[in-house]
């Protein structure tokens, strides 16, 4: 079970779809990279990590689905390893 997410953009603390994220984080993040540009190259995508609760972890990644327009096709919701071996879901 894949319990984290990588954000990248207007995920991030402070940018406008943080409020949607916030209330699902466990603790602070950290910083991090993925070795992609779009998750299947070989730059490197820097951003935040995030533990997200167990207990409501269905709920977070239905409503980032939407924010982030999963289900019209603009971002697609995949499964990652960052750099440092957390596996995490990650909007392309």
């Excluded at 603390?13 to 540009?37: I, K, S, T």
């Excluded at 709920?59 to 499964?79: I, N, S, T």
Aim: proline share 4%.
């Amino acid at each position: 079970m894949i319990t984290h997410l990588f954000v990248y953009g207007t995920l991030r603390p402070g940018q406008r779809r943080w409020p949607f994220l916030e209330p699902f984080v466990v603790d602070e993040g950290h910083d991090d990279c993925y070795p992609a540009a779009r998750f299947d190259g070989c730059n490197k995508i820097y951003g935040r990590i995030y533990s997200l609760r167990i207990d409501r972890l269905a709920e977070a990644l239905e409503l980032l689905d939407e924010v982030e327009g999963a289900m019209e096709d603009l971002f697609e919701r995949v499964a990652i390893t960052i750099m440092n071996g957390v596996d995490a879901w990650a909007y392309e």
